[in-house]
């Protein structure tokens, strides 16, 4: 890791980000492993290797961000930078597109969540260092930071690890050093040893390409105690499932804060499944404001003892503030495999080829509602969409994301725009109500199961040719007011498990649409 940030550090130029992200070759090829020492200790060729390869990634990853960033220059000092952000964010948008290489459509270079951030930050940079700041180069104030150990074995040639699995278990030979610092070649030595895979894993294996693994990547992890250990992380390559019959079933997922996820399957243009939201116990989502209650006592304190110059006297303190957040981050990541793990589970079930989910990257939490605010900014929905990714490749499973714009606004059935509700026998409109109304046709529903809906929708469109959800074929209800007959069981179905979750199947108080089917 130490190597790493001092080759980071030396390389960290437009030279550099230029000519790694231009070429098409592996990093480790284009950047000289010899540039990978450190006085005093002794590195074997293919470990300088996977750290040049490391560091060369982390370069090419700023290539596109740098190219946006002079392109979104170039904007702002067209047009001001007084210029309203949305406004700027169009004409870049506009302005910087490619021509597909099939057809002779256009789509834009960068996407839209990059750009707006880019633009934040020329304004930022712009009201903290004035005019003045064009005459520094994107190197100058953008510079990445090397935080977690990881060290992949990609472009080792078996010089450094050999492994192969064989009857449930992966025999693998590492050459590892035998001190801290080792000055010769003495001070390495092959270690060889055996895991066993885990069931789980090994009954998704059978559906994959190979039965050999890809090569691994050595990271870290920290226990509960505070103990750190390193662990070896084997990728195995799955292919995609099928289409059955030319049609393709899609499971449409809308991501909330007390409903982590509702969703509803639908297929070839029809919703053939009653609404399945996944939320927290009552107790589960009590014990969680407790801590955040607690934490925010603890800051309080923390803060007092600062402006009384007394900062020494918070030691015990801020260590009890640490073990929290140590806490909340354990609970957060159990919740995000447990949701995932279900979706998994309803998608399969239902034999899925699709996830689709909304892409709320660039959503922002509303100014002036601070405990609004600190739940939008721990949401779970990133990593509930990281952890989705990664299940889906297991299982063989296409992950789309798709615009959120108006998804909770317009009516899934005739496709009107609808009204928020306090409730589906009150239709009085409230800003704040969870219900939705369409003054059209009457169809009354929760705002998550009309959202999801929706997803489904957006998730066959194309916006090339259509500007907006509205102007989308409406999603009729296959078996109106019951299970579609691919699913076992009729009426509500409720399942609690030990994780703190519970999962509710056609329990949404829905008010049919009198019109639409």
């Given at each position: 890791m130490k190597v790493a940030i001092l080759l980071l550090n030396e390389l960290w130029s437009e030279e550099w980000i230029e000519r790694v992200g231009k070429s098409g070759l592996k990093a480790y090829k284009v950047i000289n492993e010899a540039r990978a020492q450190i006085e005093g200790i002794y590195l074997p060729s293919r470990i300088r290797r996977g750290i040049t390869e490391q560091v060369g990634r982390i370069i090419r990853g700023q290539y596109k961000r740098m190219n946006c960033y002079y392109d979104c220059l170039e904007i702002v000092n067209w047009l001001g930078v007084e210029t309203n952000e949305n406004k700027l964010l169009a004409v870049v948008m506009q302005h910087c597109r490619t021509t597909s290489k099939k057809s002779k459509k256009t789509y834009p270079l960068y996407k839209k969540v990059m750009v707006k951030q880019t633009v934040e930050m020329i304004k930022n940079w712009h009201e903290r260092f004035g005019k003045g700041f064009t005459t520094f180069s994107y190197t100058d104030f953008v510079q990445p930071k090397i935080h977690?150990?990881?060290?992949?074995?990609?472009?080792?040639?078996?010089?450094?690890?050999?492994?192969?699995?064989?009857?449930?278990?992966?025999?693998?030979k590492l050459k590892l050093p035998v001190c801290s610092e080792p000055k010769t070649r003495n001070d390495w030595m092959w270690v060889t040893s055996e895991i066993a895979i885990p069931e789980k894993v090994k009954a998704k294996t059978k559906t994959a390409i190979s039965k050999q693994p890809r090569k691994p990547t050595l990271i870290t992890k920290r226990l509960k105690g505070g103990l750190t250990y390193f662990f070896l992380q084997f990728p195995w390559e799955y292919k995609k499932m099928q289409k059955r019959k030319g049609k393709e079933r899609v499971l449409a997922i809308d991501l909330g804060l007390k409903k982590l996820a509702t969703c509803i399957v639908g297929e070839n243009g029809k919703q053939i499944s009653k609404p399945i939201t996944i939320k927290l116990r009552g107790s589960q989502y009590r014990h969680i404001e407790r801590l955040y209650t607690h934490i925010a006592g603890i800051q309080k304190k923390l803060s007092k003892l600062q402006k009384q110059n007394r900062i020494y006297l918070g030691v015990t303190i801020e260590e009890e503030r640490r073990r929290l957040y140590e806490k909340r981050n354990r609970l957060g990541d159990e919740l995000v495999f447990a949701t995932t793990n279900t979706l998994i589970q309803i998608a399969l079930k239902w034999q899925c080829t699709k996830i689709t989910i909304e892409d709320l990257r660039s959503?922002?939490?509303?100014?002036?509602?601070?405990?609004?605010?600190?739940?939008?900014?721990?949401?779970?929905?990133?990593?509930i969409a990281l952890n989705l990714e990664h299940k889906c490749k297991e299982n063989g499973l296409t992950l789309q994301k798709v615009c959120p714009w108006n998804t909770s606004s317009h009516c899934p059935r005739c496709a009107a725009k609808g009204t928020k509700v306090k409730g589906p026998n009150n239709l009085l409109e409230d800003k704040k109500g969870r219900f939705?109304?369409?003054?059209?046709?009457?169809?009354?529903?929760?705002?998550?199961?009309?959202?999801?809906?929706?997803?489904?929708?957006?998730?066959f469109i194309d916006y090339h040719s259509i500007k907006s959800l509205k102007d989308t074929s409406p999603v009729p209800y296959m078996d109106s007011g019951i299970l579609h007959p691919t699913v076992s069981g009729e009426g509500s179905e409720m399942i609690s498990n030990n994780n703190g979750l519970v999962t509710v199947t056609g329990n949404e108080q829905i008010v049919q649409c009198p019109i639409c089917p």
């Amino acid at each position: 890791m130490k190597v790493a940030i001092l080759l980071l550090n030396e390389l960290w130029s437009e030279e550099w980000i230029e000519r790694v992200g231009k070429s098409g070759l592996k990093a480790y090829k284009v950047i000289n492993e010899a540039r990978a020492q450190i006085e005093g200790i002794y590195l074997p060729s293919r470990i300088r290797r996977g750290i040049t390869e490391q560091v060369g990634r982390i370069i090419r990853g700023q290539y596109k961000r740098m190219n946006c960033y002079y392109d979104c220059l170039e904007i702002v000092n067209w047009l001001g930078v007084e210029t309203n952000e949305n406004k700027l964010l169009a004409v870049v948008m506009q302005h910087c597109r490619t021509t597909s290489k099939k057809s002779k459509k256009t789509y834009p270079l960068y996407k839209k969540v990059m750009v707006k951030q880019t633009v934040e930050m020329i304004k930022n940079w712009h009201e903290r260092f004035g005019k003045g700041f064009t005459t520094f180069s994107y190197t100058d104030f953008v510079q990445p930071k090397i935080h977690r150990f990881s060290f992949p074995y990609g472009p080792d040639d078996g010089q450094a690890i050999q492994y192969s699995a064989l009857d449930g278990r992966i025999h693998y030979k590492l050459k590892l050093p035998v001190c801290s610092e080792p000055k010769t070649r003495n001070d390495w030595m092959w270690v060889t040893s055996e895991i066993a895979i885990p069931e789980k894993v090994k009954a998704k294996t059978k559906t994959a390409i190979s039965k050999q693994p890809r090569k691994p990547t050595l990271i870290t992890k920290r226990l509960k105690g505070g103990l750190t250990y390193f662990f070896l992380q084997f990728p195995w390559e799955y292919k995609k499932m099928q289409k059955r019959k030319g049609k393709e079933r899609v499971l449409a997922i809308d991501l909330g804060l007390k409903k982590l996820a509702t969703c509803i399957v639908g297929e070839n243009g029809k919703q053939i499944s009653k609404p399945i939201t996944i939320k927290l116990r009552g107790s589960q989502y009590r014990h969680i404001e407790r801590l955040y209650t607690h934490i925010a006592g603890i800051q309080k304190k923390l803060s007092k003892l600062q402006k009384q110059n007394r900062i020494y006297l918070g030691v015990t303190i801020e260590e009890e503030r640490r073990r929290l957040y140590e806490k909340r981050n354990r609970l957060g990541d159990e919740l995000v495999f447990a949701t995932t793990n279900t979706l998994i589970q309803i998608a399969l079930k239902w034999q899925c080829t699709k996830i689709t989910i909304e892409d709320l990257r660039s959503y922002k939490p509303p100014r002036g509602k601070r405990s609004w605010s600190r739940r939008l900014s721990e949401w779970l929905r990133g990593r509930i969409a990281l952890n989705l990714e990664h299940k889906c490749k297991e299982n063989g499973l296409t992950l789309q994301k798709v615009c959120p714009w108006n998804t909770s606004s317009h009516c899934p059935r005739c496709a009107a725009k609808g009204t928020k509700v306090k409730g589906p026998n009150n239709l009085l409109e409230d800003k704040k109500g969870r219900f939705f109304h369409c003054p059209e046709c009457g169809f009354t529903a929760d705002r998550d199961y009309i959202a999801a809906v929706n997803i489904y929708r957006a998730s066959f469109i194309d916006y090339h040719s259509i500007k907006s959800l509205k102007d989308t074929s409406p999603v009729p209800y296959m078996d109106s007011g019951i299970l579609h007959p691919t699913v076992s069981g009729e009426g509500s179905e409720m399942i609690s498990n030990n994780n703190g979750l519970v999962t509710v199947t056609g329990n949404e108080q829905i008010v049919q649409c009198p019109i639409c089917p």
